[in-house]
C-alpha cells in the first residue's frame, strides 16, 4: 500500500510534488494517508488522514485507548503501519528503528520515562552522541553542554548525579532536556506536564515558544486541557482509533473538546460527594519523621472523608505516604488506623492493618505486567481464595470477573496480561486489587496520572463510593484543580513539611499555590 | 442486559480453547523438538531405537531432572543456584556415611540417609536464600560461594576419599526396572517433577513464585514478604539436590566428594532449553523435564553416531543457545495466539 504513489498519474505524482515541498520547505511537514494500525484483538488505529503543518504547534487529543499512544509511536518508529502511508517533509516516511525515525528529524519524548537509571544525568543527556575524541568520552565538554541543556529546562541539578537518584518530575525535564540536546524538525511531547508543576509547565512552555520561533513543529499530548491553548494551534481528536476532527484551537472551548473527545458531554460539577458526612477517625499520622532532622508530619483522615495534599513534585508527599505505608523506612512517628495504634515496618504490616497504596508508579510498583488481570487483582489476598495453600481458580475468577465488571475495566477477558491495557484500565485494575483486599484507608499517589477525560471521572466516582462505604481516603496529586473537586480537604506540603491545610470551603488555587512555594521562599532567605 | 451474557459464554468457550491453545503452545514447543531429534537418531544412528538404550537414557537424565526441577523454581524468580553440584557431593558423602555404618540396619539407615540427605541439602539452600536475602547480595555470587564452601565439607566429611559398600538392599532398589524400561531412579525423578509441576500450577507458593520472578517489588508493595518466598524457592532447590544425592548413590552406589562436577551448568542447561527465562517469570517445570531429555537424547544420538567426544559438547552448546533463540519466536507466536 505504501508503494501505491508509483503507480499514479505523472502530473500528480507526489514523489515530485514532494520534492517541490521539500525545496521551498512548503507543505505539510507531516501527512498520515488512510494510516491503520491494528495489534492482535484490537484496531488501534483506523484509517486516520491528517496534516501537520511547518512550525505550528499541534496538539493531540483522545481519551485512553484513543489511539494517540500508537500514532506517536508509528512516527517514534517503534512499529510500522498495517496501511496507509505516512510523509515526512515532503518524502514517504516509513521509519524501521526508533533511531531511523530520530535521524530523519522526529524526536519523541514518551510519556514512560527511557533513561537509563545508571548513568549521570549528563550521560543520559548526550548519550546519543556523547563528545568524544578517538573513542574516548571527553567529560568537561559532556557536563558543560548538559549543564546548559539543564538550565534551558530550568533544572537545578548537577550533571554528575545519577538518574536513579531523581525524582520522576526531575526526570520528566531531564526526557525533555535530553530531547532539547539535538535539533529536530518535529518534537512529539507526550504528557510532557504530567508529572510537573505549574511553575515546571510554565517553563516548559516558555521552551516550546522558544522552539517555535526557530521553526521547530511540535505534537503535542496532554490530558490537561487548560494548557494546549498554551501551545497549541491547531488540534487533532482522535476517537477509538478514528480520526474526529482537525480544526484551529481558536474558538473551541473546553466542554466543546471533551465533546469531541468521548463523543457526549461530561459534567464536570457534582464530582463532590456533599451527601457523606465524614465521621470517626479511620487514619491519623502523628510526628512522623521521615529522618531524624525531617521536619515532623501530623494529619488524620475521618471515615467518609477525601483528603487531598497538594504540593510541588519533590515537596515529599510521596515520600510520607510510602513511609506511612512501611513502603521506605522511617525514623519515628505512630500511625492510628480507625483509632488503634499499628506498626508499621513494612507494607506487609500496612496492609494488615487495613492501608492500601496506590503507588505513582504503576507500571513497575502496581502490577505485574507480564501475568493476567485475574492473577494481579488477587495477589493482594491469595488466601481467602485457598485452601491448605492450594489455589481455588473457580473462586478467583469469580471474584475478579465481579470486579472488573464493577469497575468496567475493558478486557476482553480477565485472563489477558495487564502490560497490554491502557493506562486507564490498568490504574482500574490497580483499584479492584485493593478493593479485592478490602482496607478502611486508602492512599492513591496520583491516581490519574495518564488518564484519560472520561477514565478520570470514572476513577473520581469510584473514589466517591469508596469514601461513603466508610473509608477515609488520602489523595496525593499534582493535579490542583482535580483535588479541588474531589477533596473535602487539602493539606500543601512544602519542603518536606505539612505548610497548611485548607478546607473545601476557602478553597482556592493561588492560596494553595502560595502554601505549597511558602516553605522554598524561606528556604532562599525571603 | 442480553447483549453482555452473549458475549460472556463467547468469552468462556473463547478462553478455554486459548488456554489448550496457549498451553500446548508453551509446552509442545520444545516437546516438538525433543520428538524431532529422536525420530532423526532413530533414523540415523545405530541402535539408538531400542528398548535398553532408552533405558540408558532414563537412567542418566535421573540426576540432572531433580536436580533441574529445583533450579527452575530458582529461575522463575529471578534467581540462579549454582551450588547444587556441590550440595549434591556433600550429601552424597552424608548418605553414604550413614549407610555404611555397621551398627545400624539398612530399613535404619537407609531412610536415615535419605533424611540427612535432604536435611543437609536444604540447609545449604536455606543458608543461600538467608544470605541473599539478608545482605541483598545477587544469588549468583552467593551460591558461587556455597559452590565452594560446600564442595569443601564434602571433603571434610568424606576426609577425602570416596565411601563404598552400600547396604545391599539399598544397590538392589538402585538397580530395580519396572516395566522392562523404567528404572527406579527415573520414576523417583518423575515423581520429583510431578510434585514441581503440582506446587507451580496449582499453590499459592507456585502462583508467588511467578509473581515475584515478574516484579518483586509489586508483590512487596501488594502487602507481601518476598524475600520468605525467595529463601523458601532456594531451601527448595538444595532439597532436590539432596534427593538427587540419593539418586546418585542409587546410580552409583558410592559417595564422592569429587561428584556433581559441573551438574549445575547441565541442570541450568535443562532449564533453559526448558523454555524458562532467566530473568524469571515465565517457565514450566515440565518444559525442564523435556530440556534435560533433550540434553541427554543429543549426547547418547551423537555418541551411537560415533561421533568424537570433543564433538559432543560443540553441538550440545550450540543448542542451548539455538533453543533460547527459538523460544523469542515461539514466544511472539504465543503473544498473537494470547490476543486472539
Known amino acids: 500500500m505504501t508503494t501505491d504513489f508509483k503507480e499514479t498519474a505523472p502530473g500528480a505524482d507526489p514523489v515530485a510534488i514532494a520534492e517541490r515541498d521539500q525545496e521551498h520547505g512548503a507543505g505539510p511537514i507531516l501527512k498520515l494517508q488512510g494510516v491503520g494500525k491494528r495489534f492482535p484483538g484490537v484496531v488501534a488505529l483506523r484509517n486516520v488522514t491528517f496534516e501537520i503543518e511547518r512550525g505550528e504547534g499541534h496538539v493531540l487529543l483522545g481519551e485512553n485507548g484513543a489511539g494517540k499512544s500508537t500514532l506517536i509511536n508509528l512516527l517514534g518508529g517503534l512499529f510500522p503501519p498495517d496501511e496507509g502511508s505516512i510523509w515526512f517533509n515532503g518524502e514517504p516516511y516509513r521509519p524501521a528503528s526508533p533511531f531511523e525515525a530520530f535521524s530523519k528529524g522526529i524526536r519523541v519524548v514518551h510519556q514512560e520515562l527511557n533513561l537509563l537509571s545508571n548513568l549521570t544525568v549528563a550521560e543520559n543527556l548526550l548519550f546519543e552522541q556523547l563528545p568524544s575524541r578517538r573513542g574516548l568520552v571527553n567529560f568537561r565538554e559532556m557536563n558543560r553542554r548538559a549543564a546548559e541543556l539543564l538550565a534551558e529546562v530550568g533544572l537545578d541539578i548537577s550533571p554528575s548525579t545519577v538518574v536513579s537518584r531523581l525524582g520522576v518530575a526531575q526526570m520528566q525535564l531531564v526526557e525533555i532536556a535530553k530531547a532539547l540536546a539535538h535539533e529536530s524538525k518535529l518534537l512529539v511531547l507526550d504528557e510532557p506536564t504530567a508529572t510537573l508543576t505549574s511553575k515546571e509547565v510554565d517553563r516548559l512552555f516558555e521552551i516550546l515558544h522558544r522552539l517555535k520561533e526557530r521553526k521547530v513543529t511540535t505534537l503535542y499530548i496532554s490530558h490537561r486541557l487548560q494548557e494546549i491553548y498554551e501551545v497549541g494551534d491547531r488540534v487533532t481528536v482522535l476517537r477509538d482509533g478514528q480520526h474526529v476532527t482537525t480544526r484551529p484551537l481558536q474558538g473551541l472551548v473546553i466542554p466543546d473538546i471533551v465533546r469531541l473527545m468521548v463523543g457526549r458531554t461530561i459534567a464536570d460539577q457534582g464530582v463532590f460527594r456533599e451527601d457523606i458526612q465524614p465521621s470517626g477517625e479511620a487514619l491519623a499520622v502523628d510526628d512522623l519523621r521521615l529522618t531524624e532532622t525531617s521536619p515532623s508530619i501530623s494529619f488524620s483522615v475521618r471515615k467518609g472523608e477525601i483528603v487531598g495534599i497538594a504540593g510541588l513534585v519533590g515537596s515529599g508527599r510521596t515520600e510520607a505516604v510510602r513511609a506511612i505505608f512501611g513502603a521506605d523506612p522511617k525514623a519515628s512517628g505512630t500511625v492510628r488506623v480507625g483509632g488503634r495504634v499499628v506498626t508499621i515496618a513494612s507494607p506487609k504490616d500496612a496492609v494488615a492493618a487495613g492501608i492500601c497504596l496506590m503507588t505513582e508508579d504503576r507500571k513497575q510498583q502496581g502490577l505485574l505486567l507480564d501475568m493476567s488481570c485475574a492473577e494481579n487483582i488477587t495477589i493482594t489476598d491469595l488466601k481467602r481464595l485457598s485452601r491448605r495453600g492450594l489455589l481455588d481458580r473457580t473462586t478467583e475468577n469469580a471474584a475478579s470477573e465481579t470486579l472488573v465488571a464493577s469497575l468496567r475495566v475493558k478486557t476482553p477477558t480477565i485472563f489477558h496480561k495487564v502490560g497490554t491495557f491502557s493506562g486507564g484500565n490498568q490504574q482500574k485494575v490497580v483499584i479492584a486489587k485493593w478493593l479485592y483486599r478490602g482496607s478502611s484507608a486508602l492512599i492513591c499517589d496520583e491516581p490519574t496520572r495518564g488518564i484519560d477525560v472520561g477514565a478520570k471521572a470514572e476513577i473520581y466516582e469510584l473514589m466517591g463510593r469508596l469514601a461513603a462505604e466508610g473509608r477515609g481516603i488520602l489523595v496525593v496529586s499534582s493535579d490542583l484543580p482535580e483535588l479541588m473537586s474531589i477533596c473535602h480537604r487539602i493539606l500543601v506540603f512544602s519542603n518536606g513539611r505539612i505548610a497548611g491545610e485548607v478546607p473545601r470551603a476557602e478553597f482556592d488555587q493561588n492560596r494553595i499555590l502560595s502554601l505549597a512555594y511558602e516553605e522554598y521562599g524561606r528556604a532562599r532567605g525571603n | 442486559m442480553p447483549e453482555g451474557t452473549e458475549s460472556a459464554s463467547e468469552r468462556k468457550t473463547a478462553t478455554v480453547w486459548d488456554n489448550f491453545l496457549r498451553i ?22 545405530p541402535y539408538f531405537a531400542t528398548p535398553e538404550n532408552f533405558l540408558k537414557i532414563f537412567v542418566q537424565i535421573a540426576i540432572n531432572t531433580v536436580l533441574a526441577a529445583g533450579m527452575t523454581f530458582v529461575i522463575l524468580t529471578g534467581g540462579i543456584d549454582l551450588s547444587v553440584g556441590s550440595v549434591l557431593a556433600l550429601c552424597t558423602v552424608v548418605g553414604a556415611t550413614i549407610m555404611v555404618r555397621e551398627d545400624l540396619s539398612p530399613w535404619t539407615s537407609i531412610p536415615l540417609a535419605l533424611l540427612a540427605c535432604m536435611a543437609t541439602g536444604a540447609a545449604c539452600g536455606a543458608v543461600n536464600g538467608w544470605v541473599c536475602e539478608k545482605w541483598k547480595l545477587p544469588s549468583f555470587i552467593v551460591t558461587l560461594g556455597m559452590l565452594n564452601v560446600a564442595s569443601g565439607l564434602a571433603r571434610v566429611v568424606s576426609d577425602n576419599s570416596t565411601i563404598t559398600g552400600l547396604p545391599q538392599p539399598f544397590v538392589d532398589f538402585g538397580n530395580q526396572i519396572y516395566f522392562g524400561v523404567l528404572p527406579s531412579i527415573f520414576l523417583i525423578a518423575i515423581i520429583v517433577v510431578l510434585i514441581g509441576w503440582f506446587i507451580l500450577r496449582f499453590t499459592v507458593f507456585g502462583r508467588f513464585v511467578f509473581a515475584i520472578g515478574t516484579n518483586e517489588e509489586a508483590v512487596r ?26 539418586v546418585f548413590l542409587l546410580r552409583l552406589n558410592v559417595g564422592s566428594p569429587i561428584a556433581g562436577i559441573g551438574y549445575e551448568l547441565n541442570a541450568i542447561a535443562a532449564v533453559i532449553i526448558g523454555g524458562t527465562s532467566l530473568s524469571g517469570g515465565k517457565g514450566s517445570i515440565i ?54
Do not use: W
Open chain 2, 221 to 246: 508493595l501488594s502487602g507481601h514478604n518476598p524475600r520468605i518466598f525467595k529463601i523458601a524457592v532456594f531451601t527448595l532447590s538444595g532439597l532436590t539436590a539432596g534427593i538427587a544425592a540419593m
Open chain 2, 287 to 340: 518444559g525442564t523435564l523435556v530440556g534435560a531429555c533433550i540434553l541427554q537424547v543429543l549426547a547418547t544420538g551423537l555418541q551411537l553416531l560415533g561421533a568424537e567426544d570433543n564433538v559432543k559438547p560443540i553441538v550440545i552448546g550450540t543448542v542451548i543457545v539455538l533453543a533460547v533463540v527459538l523460544d523469542t519466536y515461539r514466544n511472539r507466536l504465543l503473544r498473537n495466539l494470547e490476543s486472539r
Open chain 2, 24 to 45: 500446548s503452545m508453551r509446552e509442545a514447543g520444545v516437546a516438538i523438538a525433543l520428538v524431532i531429534i529422536v525420530v532423526f537418531f532413530s533414523a540415523t544412528a
